[in-house]
């Protein structure tokens, strides 16, 4: 399989940003990177090949044809994946793209073991849940009632 592009979503798609990492679609978030006029976020897709992402048609319209843009016309997050899914041919199945990466910064989550959590998540949720996720790069823990009932209903709806 082709891999997917790499998204990079300006300011205004903080929201999108983080559902297309939960299905676990690789992006950029501009905010996350401290890059926020135009040029340093023209400049940033080009050295990375990142797609870049927008809801400012003046910046599409600078981005011209040497950086890939896609303008979101669209304010819904759910609309907005299915835009992308579609202009992709992205595929997200039953089981989403790929694992989940960290909504918080993109990194990879990794399973960990119930005790390395102990202390570090809300008593309660210890005692709930069985299994645990970890950001690879920032470090958050993850466990299914965190994110798994937002995400069952948005896919629904993007799928
Ligand atoms: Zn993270």
């Not at 501009?30 to 976020?41: K, L, N, P, R």
């Not at 960990?112 to 570090?120: A, F, H, I, T």
């Not at 008593?123 to 798994?148: M, Q, T």
Request: aromatic share 10%; charged share 30%.
């Amino acid at each position: 399989m082709k891999k997917p592009p790499v998204f990079l979503c300006d300011l205004m798609l903080r929201r999108l940003a983080r559902w297309l990492r939960i299905l676990g679609i690789g992006c950029v978030y501009a905010g996350d990177e401290g890059i926020s006029d135009d040029d340093e976020i023209l400049k940033f897709c080009l050295k990375r090949g990142c797609v870049l992402l927008t809801r400012d048609e003046l910046l599409y319209r600078k981005a011209g044809s040497y950086v890939k843009t896609v303008l979101m016309d669209n304010e819904s997050p759910e609309r907005q994946v299915k835009a992308l899914t579609g202009k992709f041919g992205l595929k997200l199945g039953r089981k989403f793209l790929g694992p989940s990466l960290c909504p918080q910064c993109g990194g990879r989550l990794e399973r960990v073991g119930k005790p390395s959590v102990k202390g570090k998540v809300f008593p309660k949720v210890y005692e709930l849940n069985r299994s645990f996720n970890k950001c690879a790069d920032c470090g958050k823990i993850y466990w299914k009632g965190s994110h798994f009932p937002k995400l069952e209903s948005f896919h629904k709806k993007v799928a």
